[in-house]
């Protein structure tokens, strides 16, 4: 059995590729830790536990973006994210010992490069719920004391839907949860950029970041007052969009840091969305 | 409601009619709590009507806990109006946290805002967010000396305290 100060110094460094045995060791000892009901020591290893599968999911997103695997990348992206919450809610400083607000400053600069997906959104009604520590119903009265997100003898509360009315589905941009990404046949996601970006790093910890800011849209550039407005709408510019925010948008700029006589590279991004390779083939 | 936090900074206060002897006489009301729902000088209310449901009644995500957070703070009294047979929630997994609408006396109106605040910080850290680029969804209806004003802000959750602070000395001036 390997001791927990040992472990804690193996996942407070970086790694390429983590050793299973640290994980099986943790999971042996937080075992423990609940039998002998030492509720700060389970506590604290299942911090542990989830400090070494956001390490672990970040290196697998890692490979699979250099893969070219952008949506299952996406999909642990969004899992880390929510895995940091968890354990943000739970492990107090001790947190900022583990890389663990690198790869959250890491993910949060990726997620801006990932075009801009759409997602399909869940309505229902919720009527009935369980905790998952005391399997009881939730009352507003005389229910149990378990908050969701708290540990609780090693274990993460959260709440059990058992009775849903399903409502509709709504089509959004920007909803809490980034699984349900809408695709159109035919047509795949622009990843040109995260692609660019994946060229050009070496190793998961490598240091980069992304500033935005507001810059006029390519497309009104260059036009005059009563040309027709880019928009689409049929109307002269100068009716239209002239002088209003339609006419800018986000300008994305990457720097990677560390790099020697590094010289600025545009990449002209051509939107969101793409024709898939077999669609282009039958259009030449 | 919105899924996805497509709203600019935004407060509006408009009177309302609404005051705590209308909430009383509710069909909502379970009677059983009618003398601790009397007691309280925060009521949280549910929203009627969804779509082209016009009988639904229901809260936002997360009440029950919300509710549990307020009834444990000793400086004010928090009743929620509506028994758990009738309890339920509209889940819209919206990247936007919307708080049940209050019904609150005015003189407990700034505790009310700091504890909002205070649920708010917890529950952006808990969604790995930051306060500036999360949004939060509140209605706040006050009432002093008969009368009633209703507050309506859509922001971010960092704008809020200060927005709010704002607004609780000049709501009734």
Known sequence: ?284 | MLHESDLENNIKITDTDINFEIIYNKNYIPQQYINEIKKANVLIIPSEGFRDDNDICYFPECTSEFYGFLKNKKKIQTEICIDDDHFQTLELHADIIYIATLMVQYVVLPIVINLISAYLVDKVKSMNEDSKSINVNIHIIVEKNGKSKKIDYNGSVANLEKTMKVVEKTIFK
């Open chain 1, 1 to 284: 059995m390997l001791l927990l100060s040992k472990i804690k110094t193996y996942l407070q460094n970086q790694h390429l590729q983590l050793d299973e045995d640290v994980l099986i060791n943790l999971k042996i000892q937080k075992q423990r830790a609940m039998i002998n009901k030492d509720e700060l020591l389970a506590n604290e290893l299942w911090c542990l536990i989830a400090v070494y599968k956001i390490q672990e999911k970040y290196l697998s997103m890692f490979q699979q973006l250099k893969n070219g695997q952008y949506e299952d990348a996406w999909k642990l992206l969004w899992q880390i994210e929510i895995s940091i919450g968890n354990l943000q809610m739970n492990f107090g400083d001790e947190i900022n010992n583990y890389n663990i607000m690198l790869i959250n400053f890491i993910i949060k600069n990726y997620e801006k490069v990932f075009p801009e997906y759409v997602y399909l959104s869940r309505e229902s009604i919720v009527k009935k719920e369980y905790c998952s520590i005391c399997g009881k119903q939730i009352l507003l009265r005389g229910g149990c004391n378990h908050i969701p997100g708290k540990l609780y003898m090693g274990e993460l509360c959260i709440r059990v839907v058992k009775n849903i009315k399903f409502l509709g589905v709504a089509i959004v941009q920007n909803p809490l949860d980034k699984y349900a990404v809408l695709k159109i046949k035919g047509k795949d996601y622009n990843y040109q950029v995260l692609k660019c970006l994946m060229s050009q790093l070496e190793s998961p910890f490598e240091r980069w970041y992304v500033e935005g800011e507001k810059r006029k849209k390519p497309e009104y550039k260059n036009i005059g007052r009563n040309d027709k407005c880019p928009c689409g709408s049929g109307k002269k510019y100068k009716k239209c969009c002239l002088n209003t925010q339609k006419e800018y948008g986000i300008h994305y700029r990457i720097t990677l840091l560390g790099r020697k006589n590094m010289k600025e590279r545009e990449i002209k991004f051509l939107g969101r969305w793409v024709d898939k390779p077999e669609v282009s083939n039958k259009k030449l």
